[in-house]
């Protein structure tokens, strides 16, 4: 071998170990350029001014049957997102029939978060590659930006050198229409039935704009956000304290049962999202519990409790709650230092 290729050898050696240095490196929050995202920035201004619209409207102007109305497309809504982007299409947690699918599918169009497979994408990143450069809603990088600064500006570098599999939501035909006709879908579920629907008991339809489109539209886009960000940052951790996700009940009745998110990114495909909470504070859930007792939800999984224990004993921070003193979750030690008398 000659020289200039025992040079060329030793630089493959010397480029090799950057790489492998380079993967093993852990993908910390670094400094980047904001190169900001118009199309989204624009419509997040226009909105939000139409949401305070609405805020004035609804208590001034607006129909009984309005508000009322407003309020349940903020609980379909939900239901769209959490239920059917979330728990059933991104993370699999559930199979449902095709009655069930549709209904999902309008709902989730109906909030305007971009397409099945797009949302669906950017969370199994989020789950994948969480608190790092390549999870695009980073907690580790702030409120503002887990909130909704990631979608102002463009994505990191490092998100777009990853992958994640799709392959199986594409292949569904109704995902895939959704998809590709995202525009259209999108003008006939998230404008025109919400604005259409109060004139017929005489609602003004600009009313209905700003009521039923705009308000409920920034306030279930904000308790979803919410999931991003104050469930990464403010509770407890029972099930995994080496990760920012914590449990927050206040998120959790804001939206449909997601603020349990410690226990979420323990288990992701558990379809109760939750060990605790009940229905109440998880809606999502009732709304599964029905769908599975008249047929159109099956296959529902869900994680069993010894796996739960062993978890929380595993990597908890201790703060997994305690009914009392023969609960099996009792630390011996804190049992033998109690004092019987
Ligand atoms: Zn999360
Ligand atoms: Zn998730």
């Not at 809606?283 to 007792?293: C, E, Q, R």
């Amino acid at each position: 071998m000659n020289q200039s290729s025992i040079n060329n050898v030793e630089e493959h050696a010397k480029t090799d170990n950057n790489e492998k240095e380079k993967k093993d490196e852990p993908l910390l929050p670094h400094p980047r350029k904001w190169d900001i995202e118009w199309r989204n920035l624009i419509l997040f201004i226009i909105f939000h001014i139409g949401a305070v619209r609405g805020v004035y409207l609804l208590f001034t102007a607006a129909k009984w049957q309005t508000c009322l109305f407003t309020l349940l497309l903020y609980i379909a809504t939900s239901i769209g997102i959490t239920v059917g982007v979330h728990r059933l299409w991104s993370h699999k947690t559930f199979q449902a029939r095709l009655p069930l699918r549709l209904i999902l599918l309008f709902f989730s169009t109906m909030a305007f978060q971009f397409s099945v497979v797009a949302w669906s994408r950017l969370h199994r990143m989020h789950h994948k590659y969480l608190d790092t450069d390549a999870d695009p809603y980073n907690a580790r990088r702030g409120f503002i930006y887990s909130h909704f600064g990631w979608m102002l500006i463009k994505k990191h570098p490092e998100y777009k050198l990853r992958i994640v599999d799709m392959s199986d939501l594409l292949q569904d035909p109704l995902l895939r229409f959704q998809n590709n006709h995202y525009w259209e879908v999108l003008f006939i579920a998230f404008f025109l039935i919400p604005t259409y629907i109060p004139t017929l008991w005489g609602e003004q339809a600009s009313t209905a704009f700003y009521t039923c489109v705009c308000l409920r539209y920034i306030c279930a886009l904000h308790a979803i956000w919410l999931i991003n960000s104050a469930a990464h940052m403010w509770g407890t951790k029972p099930y995994d304290k080496n990760m920012t996700p914590v449990e927050t009940r206040i998120v959790a009745l804001l939206a449909a049962g997601e603020g349990f998110h410690n226990y979420h990114h323990a288990f992701p495909w558990d379809y109760r999202i939750a060990e605790f909470g009940g229905y109440s504070l998880n809606i999502g859930k009732l709304f599964i519990d029905i769908m599975a007792k008249i047929g159109w939800a099956y296959n529902l999984k869900s994680v069993p409790d010894e796996l739960i224990e062993k978890r929380v004993k595993r990597t908890g921070d201790g703060t997994h709650p305690i009914w009392g003193w023969d609960d099996p979750d009792l630390p011996l030690e804190d049992r033998n230092m109690s004092i019987v008398k």
